[in-house]
């Protein structure tokens, strides 16, 4: 990966912030009704039927770009030379990351390369560069082209690292869905009170004790699920009872 600010250049390495493994699905799979095997996705052409093995696909945007074996290596080696190129760049405000916490897709950390064919040049650019962006107090607006796709972004020093935040162009932005969802709701309950429980709700919160934070907080989803399956498959599930529309304080200590 190459980065670009005006006339210079240089290489450096991109490296996701967090495991791009980590799933957000529910980690059901698919099994077969006959044998109990995984189910398996097969690829299979789209107009004969015929089953294809991965050396009997090739790949392009239609039916008349299709690529020679050739052609596609040649395309790989382009798609993965990534290029950030800076757009501007602007002071950083005390707000600036605040700001944009709402629209933060991705974080990386870019770190000098030592790949092979590395240069001492590139190493002295990108700390000139990374401790330029921190004395100065700024931080530039950059356009990622990677795999021939273009993606909007940040780059900051924080703390002790140069970053990446990948952020979503403005056609990408959902305001106004989020706009006619929240007009919808304003019409539904305009005759309800959204304040009456607030002060209750500010205390509860300043009093709670909850002990974990972001660091020592674990994920037991894979735990819930499996004890959710076995309550199922032992016929321990309990029915839930429907609750009846009766209005009270659930910050209260006495729940009134």
């Known amino acids: 990966m190459k980065i670009k600010i005006g006339l210079v250049t240089f290489e450096c390495m991109n490296i996701n912030l967090v495991n791009s493994s980590y799933s957000s699905g529910s980690n059901l799979h698919m099994y077969s009704n006959c044998c109990s095997a995984r189910v398996r996705q097969q690829k299979v052409c789209g107009d004969c039927g015929k089953t294809l093995l991965s050396t009997e696909i090739s790949k392009g945007i239609d039916e008349k770009t299709i690529l020679t074996e050739i052609q596609q290596e040649k395309l790989k080696g382009l798609m993965e030379n990534s290029l950030i190129n800076v757009l501007s760049v602007n002071k950083l405000e005390e707000d600036t990351l605040y700001n944009l916490i709402p629209f933060i897709q991705k974080s990386q ?26 004395k100065s107090n700024s931080f530039c607006v950059v356009k990622l082209v990677q795999r021939s796709k273009e993606h909007l972004g940040i780059i900051v020093h924080y703390k002790e690292d140069l970053m990446f935040f990948e952020l979503p162009f403005q056609r990408q932005h959902n305001h106004e869905e989020i706009k006619r969802i929240k007009e919808g709701i304003e019409r539904e309950t305009k005759q309800i009170s959204k304040d009456v429980f607030t002060k209750e709700a500010e205390k509860f919160i300043g009093n709670f004790n909850g002990k974990e934070d972001l660091l020592t907080a674990k994920e037991e989803k894979l735990v819930l699920l499996k004890k959710m399956i076995e309550n199922i498959q032992e016929g321990v599930v309990t029915k839930i009872e429907k609750e009846e529309n009766v209005v009270v304080n659930p910050f209260s200590l006495g729940g009134k």
Do not use: E, H, T
């Not at 950390?109 to 590139?122: A, H, P, Q, T």
């Open 109 to 134: 950390v870019l770190l000098s390369s030592i790949r092979k064919g590395w240069k001492k040049s590139d190493i002295q650019i990108f700390y000139a560069f990374k401790n330029g962006l921190k």
